[in-house]
Each structure stands twice: as C-alpha cells, then as structure tokens.
C-alpha cells in the first residue's frame, strides 16, 4: 500500500488484508440490511482504432448518502491474451460522499474475488445446514481458492474441504495449498460421487453447459452458484431447481443469468417460486432454512452494494490502524 496525504493507493495485498473474512461478512450483512444508492451499471464499449477487438468497460457507481461513494470499473479486453497481459483488469474508486473528494484506489480484482466468496458464504449462513462438515468446492480459480476461508467464517463446522476442476492438477494444486492451512482437503475426479457426499456445493466456474446435477445431490444439500453471470453461461442442470428453496443476490440475477433465464424459459422454473433476496434475509423479512431435509440453491450475480461494502471496510480498517476515527454515518457531524 502506498499513500500520500489524504489518499491511498491499495494494492492486492493490502486489500486482502483489510477483508478478513469475519468482518467482510458483517459488513456485508449490514450492506445488505442497510441497502445503499446503486444505478444500474454502464456498458461502454470503446473501439480500437487499428481495426481489433473492441474493449468493453463495466462501469458500476454506488453509494451512502453521507458517507461514502464508490466506482468500480472492470475493463474487459479479449485481445490482451495476443499482447501477453489479462484479459480483465479492474479498479475501485472510493470517495467521500459529501465532498467528492477522493480517498483510496483499491485493487478491483481483489476485492472483486473477496466480496464475491463472501457474498456466497453469508447466503450459506442463512441457507446450509448448522451441522454442515463438508464443502464441494467446483472449480479452481481465483474465487474458488477463497472458498473454504470465506465458508468457514459463516459455517465454523466445516471440516472437510474437497475440490475438483476439469484440469485434475489445477484442484491438486489447490488442493495441496489448503492442506498446508491445515485443512483436511482433497481433489477429486468423480465429480457425481464428490456432490453426493458434500454439505455445501459451491460452484465457481465459467461454464456454459451444467457441471452439476440435481441428481446427484442429497436432501439437505446446499447449492451455491457464483459462476453464471451472463445469459449464455450455466452451471446446475434444472433437476438442481426441483423441489429447491432457492434465492439470489438481488432480484438483477432473473435478468442476467442463464443459470435462472434458461430454466424460466424452458417451465422448468418460475420466477414466482424465488424464496427471498439476500438483503430480504439479512433484514429478517424472510427466514432462511427452517428445516433439515429441503434442498437450498443461491445464484448470485454480484452487485455494486457488495463492492462499496468491501470499500468501505478497506477505508475504515486502514484508518483504524492508522488512529484515525472512521467517517461518521452523519453528515452533519462532519
């Protein structure tokens, strides 16, 4: 991290630093209970002059009156891979809210990969079963090695971690990284037999076509999908939506993803069927598991809420280690 008078400039380390995941899932709860001021995200698309493919900039503002404002802004660019660089990169803004003036940049890809696993591991609080032991985790990216950190911080009781991946070594690699945590982790090749056994399933992916099916798992199970952002990419068969007690990030996920877009229009779900929204869950307007036997399903989309929580966190844990007060939630006494 480094800064000047006023202003931070936050790197991925420092960020994952600021957002332990006990405290980014509080902060996330309150998010969500509290709500905030979030537009809907713009889509710019800006043409390369040499006649290669666009980029695609993702802008997405939200903010507390008051308080903070923050501006996250992905950059998409599909002909970084011919240039040797990621194809995505990202960024996260964050001013105070009442004067406009700027306060941190902070790392978007990082943060991004946190609040998205911490995100999936509040629905679980609310949704998996309090004697949860064992977590699938399908896939083995960026979001995917968090996993098991975020999960645990919602669900103590998890104590078996298993993993698998469509390349075997990338979930041994994964596998191996968590075991020198501590943790009792696996990889895994017989996906139907490793979702069979598994409390939680969590599914961090970017298939198009369903890894999973609601066949193979048991009553009881809990569903996470993280995966399906868009309408062309899913990651649960309908089987998986059957009988299930199912709910989202925000209401946006019945108009992006594929993983709800595709069932609807084929009947084998109804929008109408949706149990409750996260922030429904986390104010207590709708309760979440009530019995041991029913099967839960959560497919979140990411919202800009979720990343002016984890803004704002950052902010405030960066001004507690220096001394500093945190910004009061009252403009007026600022």
């Given amino acids: 991290m480094s800064s000047s008078p006023g202003f931070c400039i936050v790197d991925a380390d420092a960020t994952h630093a600021a957002l332990p995941f006990a405290a980014l899932l509080q902060a996330l709860q309150q998010g969500f209970a509290d709500g905030c001021e979030a537009p809907p995200r713009q889509v710019l698309e800006l043409a390369d002059p040499t006649g290669g493919a666009s980029m695609t900039s993702l802008v997405m503002p939200a903010w507390v009156p008051g308080r903070y ?14 240039r040797g660089l990621p194809g995505l990169h990202a960024s996260y803004l964050l001013h105070d809210a009442r004067t406009g003036v700027p ?89 139907p037999a490793a979702a069979s056994t598994a409390d939680i399933v969590s599914c961090a992916t970017l298939a198009t076509a369903p890894v999973v099916h609601g066949a193979w798992l048991r009553p009881g199970t809990h569903l996470d999908l993280i995966g399906s952002f868009t309408p062309a990419m899913r990651e649960a068969d309908d089987a998986c939506w059957n009988g299930a007690l199912w ?45 041991v036997d029913p099967r839960t399903v959560f497919k979140s989309v990411g919202h800009a809420l979720e990343d002016l929580a984890a803004g704002m966190l950052v902010m405030d844990t960066l001004r507690a280690s220096e001394g500093a007060r945190p910004p009061s939630s009252d403009p007026r006494t600022r």
């Avoid at 996250?72 to 011919?82: D, G, L, Q, R, Y």
């Avoid at 990030?249 to 929204?277: C, F, I, N, V, W």
Wanted: with cysteine.
């Fill in 247 to 291: 709910c989202v990030d925000t209401e946006e996920a019945l108009l992006k993803s594929g993983e709800l877009l595709q069932p609807m229009a084929s009947g084998a779900l109804r929008a109408d069927s949706l149990h409750a929204t996260l922030a429904q869950l986390c104010r207590g307007e709708r309760v979440g598991r009530t019995r």
């Fill in 103 to 191: 306060l941190a940049l902070i790392d978007g890809d990082a943060l991004t990969a946190r609040r998205t696993a911490a995100t999936s591991a509040l629905a679980a609080r609310f949704l998996a079963r309090d004697d949860a032991a064992e977590l699938l985790v399908v896939g083995a990216g960026r979001i995917a090695a968090l996993l098991p950190d975020a999960f645990r911080a919602a669900r103590p009781g998890l104590r078996r971690f298993r993993i698998w991946a469509r390349r075997h070594e990338q979930a041994q690699t994964l596998a191996r990284a968590w075991c020198a945590q501590g943790l009792d982790a696996a990889a895994v090749s017989d996906l």
């Fill in 69 to 82: 404002y923050g501006l996250k802004c992905i950059n998409i660019a599909p002909a970084n891979a011919a």
